[in-house]
T-cell receptor, first 113, second 110 residues
């Protein structure tokens, strides 16, 4: 079945460490997105990519980095520069130019310990 | 100090009753809207969508109403079931980027 897979489901990070969250899709979608979700707040866009080897900052990109070397994969690195990284992270994908066809992954919960 | 998250609006309904969840959107130019359901620890699931040239759309047990005059969106769930317990939130877009609401937590009482 086609879908979008995020891993791991739970991730723990020590202060000062970088961690990378995985997002893989086999939907042949061109565009991929990373969102952050905090309690009582709407999803906020971190980064997005419309095509391979290209990506743009979203509303809260500081302290995060991404790469898009393959169409299927859009990993997110939470760097030590992100001051409050504990959150639920969601990846989504859509056909290029078809923002209406969003598919979300199941999320990764990142906790700083 | 410890940060405290905002509290979600909550709605509790008896099993079998109808539920109405509301959303006020911000951009009068938004032309497409989606309602999502999100269960604890999971990603959002698409429920129903509506374009701005419509004021009502029905799905299976769900209806979305759009009032562009007051920028208001509502989701009606008929004969609410325990499996409907989740957070529901709306999303709006002009076609460029989605903006998401904070959500309403629905609890169905058996």
């Amino acid at each position: 079945d086609g879908g979008i897979t995020q891993s791991p489901k739970y991730l723990f990070r020590k202060e000062g460490q970088n961690v990378t969250l995985s997002c893989e899709q086999n939907l042949n979608h061109d565009a991929m997105y990373w969102y952050r979700q905090d309690p009582g707040q709407g999803l906020r866009l971190i980064y997005y990519s419309q095509i391979v080897n290209d990506f743009q900052k979203g509303d809260i990109a500081e302290g995060y980095s991404v790469s898009r070397e393959k169409k299927e994969s859009f990993p997110l690195t939470v760097t030590s520069a992100q001051k409050n990284p504990t959150a639920f992270y969601l990846c989504a994908s859509s056909l290029r130019g078809d923002i209406y066809g969003y598919t979300f992954g199941s999320g990764t919960r990142l906790t700083v310990v | 100090g410890e940060s405290v998250g905002l509290h979600l609006p909550t709605l509790s309904v008896q099993e079998g009753d109808n539920s109405i969840i509301n959303c006020a959107y911000s951009n009068s130019a938004s032309d497409y809207f989606i309602w999502y359901k999100q269960e604890s620890g999971k990603g959002p699931q698409f429920i129903i969508d509506i374009r701005s040239n419509m004021d009502k759309r029905q799905g299976q047990r769900v209806t979305v109403l759009l009032n562009k005059t007051v920028k208001h969106l509502s989701l009606q769930i008929a004969a609410t079931q325990p499996g409907d317990s989740a957070v529901y939130f709306c999303a709006e877009t002009t076609g460029n980027q989605f903006y998401f609401g904070t959500g309403t937590s629905l609890t169905v009482i058996p």
